[in-house]
């Protein structure tokens, strides 16, 4: 496996863990980690301090889903609650 940390990037945390996605139990692989995007990153960044989660798992028909959110670390309260969301409201398909 190859990883490679941004500068100013920290992991936040990592997990593995057997979780409840709605309406059945599957293994799920959770990334949280935050970095300091500089004003020349990608066309959506603001230059500061930033917050991400990714949440990936695979199905019983090995079919791998990934679910990312990240935003500007003084919005991520909000991005979280939305992310939650997402998280129980998703269907494979």
């Known amino acids: 496996m190859y ?3 941004a500068p100013g990037s920290s992991r936040k945390t990592s997990s ?9 139990s599957r293994a ?3 990334w949280e980690y935050t970095w300091n995007a500089l004003a020349k990153d990608g066309p959506h960044y603001f230059p500061g301090p930033y917050h991400a989660i990714d949440v990936g798992y695979m199905n ?8 990312y959110s990240s935003s500007p670390a003084d919005d ?3 991005t979280q609650k939305q992310f939650t969301w997402i998280l ?4 494979e398909g």
């Open 3 to 5: 990883s490679q940390r």
């Open 16 to 24: 593995f863990r057997t979780t409840r996605l709605y309406s059945s």
């Open 28 to 30: 799920e692989t959770r």
């Open 60 to 67: 019983a028909d090995n079919t791998e889903y990934a679910l």
């Open 76 to 78: 991520w309260p909000t």
């Open 88 to 91: 129980r409201s998703f269907q």
